[in-house]
Nanobody
Framework: LVQLVESGGGSVQAGGSLRLSCAAS???????MGWFRQAPGKQREGVATIYTGGGRTFYAGSVKGRFAISQVNANNSIYLKMNSLKPEDTAVYFCVASNYLGLRRCSGGDFSEVDFVYWGQGTQVTVSS
């Protein structure tokens, strides 16, 4: 069992930056960790993932070049640095973890939300124009 706790959400003006943190505890042998988000009235979207065994990353097209995912200690903590934020980035952001997604699927974006068994409680990010 893995517990994920997010922090770092908040409100910011367009063009600003935020950094989200996710601390993992418990059985932290996760092969793939990342972030999903859900905006009001929209489906959950995979934003960024990192393969914990080597650091290869994936980014959704909507955030590529603006967001950066990183890990501190393998399988323990990840971060999401969000720059040049836009109002359309407003959403609840969830930290997620999978213990079976391999390098190809994790870093290739070949996954859906059902592939991530472990979810944090979510943290709100609000970007005003």
């Amino acid at each position: 069992l893995v517990q994920l706790v997010e922090s770092g959400g908040g409100s910011v003006q367009a063009g600003g930056s935020l950094r989200l943190s996710c601390a993992a505890s418990g059985d932290t042998d996760s092969s793939c960790m990342g972030w999903f988000r859900q905006a009001p009235g929209k489906q959950r979207e995979g934003v960024a993932t990192i393969y914990t065994g080597g650091g290869r990353t994936f980014y959704a097209g909507s955030v590529k070049g603006r967001f950066a995912i990183s890990q501190v200690n393998a399988n323990n903590s990840i971060y999401l640095k969000m720059n040049s934020l836009k109002p359309e980035d407003t959403a609840v952001y969830f930290c997620v973890a999978s213990n079976y997604l391999g390098l190809r699927r994790c870093s290739g974006g070949d996954f859906s939300e059902v592939d991530f068994v472990y979810w944090g409680q979510g943290t709100q990010v609000t970007v005003s124009s």
